[in-house]
């Protein structure tokens, strides 16, 4: 089975600390992607990575940045967090040459910002 | 801009009743449209995908209806249960070989005894 995970459930950062989220695969994907997830704006898409050391914003890219050293990881990083980045986080990835387009989500984490 | 627009919102149903969730989409080079199904405090997982070449595709209770002229899909949900309650997600891919999703904005289900 795909196992997604991602390093905290919650968090709670205060307004203008730097943010790391950690996602780590363990399938050997190529594509990997976060998402925020606010109530009645369903999925956004932040940042993907369909290599190490590649990125492309994807709606939503203003106020973060990523990163991919490695082919499991990809990290989503808030330079300078504020309030409007409370949310939940989702991480995915995906293998478009082992299993086609189907995305496989990690459990989210919920990001405060006070 | 929303290019994949999910309607209702909010969804109540009776147990054993069938539960029906509707998406449409403007752009036509969308070639896979997956359903993912959420529970309260988990990520997203895939439910059913079909592709523009089919109309109808069904998997146990499941069932995704695709209108390719009238740029719309649905998800059917037979003999509905507690169970299912949760928020269901459509999606659209943009061409093969786009990696990115554009999902809808969600339908919460309760489905009530």
């Known amino acids: 089975d795909v196992k997604v995970t991602q390093s905290s459930r919650y968090l709670v950062k205060r307004t203008g600390e730097k943010v790391f989220l950690e996602c780590v695969q363990d399938m050997d994907h190529e594509n990997m992607f976060w998402y925020r997830q606010d109530p009645g704006l369903g999925l956004r898409l932040i940042y993907f990575?369909?290599?190490?050391?590649?990125?492309e914003k994807g709606d939503i890219p203003e106020g973060y940045s990523v990163s991919r050293e490695k082919k499991e990881r990809f990290s989503l990083i808030l330079e300078s967090a504020s309030t409007n980045q409370t949310s939940m986080y989702l991480c995915?990835?995906?293998?478009?040459?082992?299993?086609?387009?189907?995305?496989?989500f990690g459990p989210g984490t919920r990001l405060t910002v006070t | 801009q929303q290019q994949v627009k999910q309607s209702p919102q909010s969804l109540i149903v009776q147990k054993g009743g069938i539960s029906i969730i509707n998406c449409a989409y403007e752009n036509t080079a969308f070639d896979y449209f997956p359903w993912y199904q959420q529970f309260p405090g988990k990520g997203p997982a895939l439910l059913i995908a079909?592709?523009?070449?089919?109309s109808e595709k069904k998997e146990g209770r499941f069932t995704i209806s695709f209108n390719k002229s009238a740029k719309q899909f649905s998800l059917h949900i037979m003999d509905s249960q507690p169970g299912d309650s949760a928020t269901y997600f459509c999606?659209?891919?943009?061409?093969?070989?786009?990696?990115?999703?554009?999902f809808g904005k969600g339908t919460k289900l309760s489905v009530i005894p």
């Open positions: 995915a990835s995906s293998s478009e040459a082992r299993r086609g387009p189907e995305q496989y």
């Open positions: 999606a659209a891919r943009g061409r093969a070989g786009s990696y990115q999703l554009t």
């Open positions: 990575s369909y290599d190490v050391k590649m990125k």
């Open positions: 079909i592709r523009p070449d089919v």
